[in-house]
């Protein structure tokens, strides 16, 4: 499921392409703002799908062993341990994905993917977390489920075959990848035994995500012309155009989300727009925005611009 952070991170990413276009389009930067968002469950799905991918490829290789002319004993009698996982039976057995899969229209279909998941997997069988799972003598479904989170991160989440596909098929994914990993092991730690796989939705039940974004993105663009006059006053001597365009549009969000968001406390908004800059402006940024949302707080709470409802959300 997404957070709060996540979702002003694609507004930002929205805006930033929204404001240096030449052709401001409103009803199509709305429209890719949702689809980059949808964009983030394909990826989950595809994250998942490596399971049932990796462990059919070591099934052709089981089943190649044993067509040597003269085969070994571990050939003829290989460790099934890996191949016969209960957690990846469930992965592999669930209707659900398999439907939302076919509907979305994400698989690893194509020999390029299938080379990519042997290379992978020849990474796992080489890694100290598969040997001492394969030859501990546990069995049981949590044995299954610790072993298949510990690969997950250490060489599926982490693989820079993984990574190159994903950097090529989308230029967003590279932000959303942390996210989706964390998805999916939540996802594993939450399945039980007999049960069906139960995916995460990507948005959180009954809540308005989905009208947050849209709501920050639309109000950001209707309030620009009063946002840019705030903020060119409160940096004193900085003329817009000398400060870095994405501190721009992070002060604009959160100058708009701080007027329009009632129920989101004020300390909250504040917080998350310091820690974005952190990750998507230059080193100094930070520290500048915070000191410019400050006196733009100030100055909006003594015109009653900013109105909370509820307690302690001033602060």
Not at 213 to 230: G, P, Q, Y
Not at 267 to 272: A, D, R, S, Y
Not at 285 to 294: A, K, M, V
Not at 298 to 311: A, P, S
Request: aromatic share 8%; glycine share 2%.
């Amino acid at each position: 499921m997404l957070n709060r952070r996540h979702l002003r991170i694609k507004v930002l990413q929205a805006l930033y392409a929204y404001f240096q276009s030449d052709e401001e389009n409103y009803v199509r930067t709305e429209k890719e703002l949702l689809a980059s968002v949808e964009k983030i469950h394909d990826l989950y799905i595809y994250l998942f799908l490596t399971f049932d991918e990796i462990r059919n490829i070591a099934l052709h290789r089981i089943e190649e062993n044993k067509k040597k002319l003269m085969p070994a004993e571990d050939d003829l009698n290989p460790n099934m341990k890996f191949v016969n996982n209960s957690l990846i039976e469930q992965i592999d057995n669930s209707t659900e994905l398999r439907k939302i899969s076919e509907t979305r229209k994400v698989n690893w279909v194509g020999d390029l993917n299938k080379e990519m998941f042997r290379k992978m997997l020849l990474s796992i069988r080489e890694s100290e977390t598969f040997t001492i799972h394969m030859n501990n003598g546990i069995e049981g479904y949590e044995e299954d489920r610790q072993f298949l989170i510990e690969i997950f991160k250490a060489e599926i989440a982490n693989s820079p075959l993984l990574f190159n596909f994903f950097e090529e098929s989308s230029i967003f994914w590279m932000d959303d990848i942390d996210l989706t990993c964390s998805m999916v092991v939540k996802t594993l730690k939450s399945m039980e035994e007999g049960e069906s796989l139960e995916l995460l939705p990507l948005y959180k039940p009954e809540d308005d995500e989905k009208e947050f974004i849209i709501e920050l993105l639309r109000k950001t663009i209707d309030m620009n012309s009063s946002n840019e006059v705030l903020i060119d006053e409160l940096t004193e001597n900085w003329e817009l155009d000398r400060i870095a365009k994405m501190d721009v549009i992070l002060m604009k969000m959160a100058v708009t989300e701080l007027q329009v968001f009632p129920n989101i406390p004020t300390k909250v908004t504040l917080n998350e727009y310091i820690e974005i800059s952190k990750f998507y402006s230059t080193p100094k940024s930070n520290g500048f925005i915070n000191g410019i949302l400050d006196k733009a707080i100030d100055r909006l709470t003594k015109e009653k611009k900013i109105v909370k409802v509820g307690r302690g959300l001033m602060s």
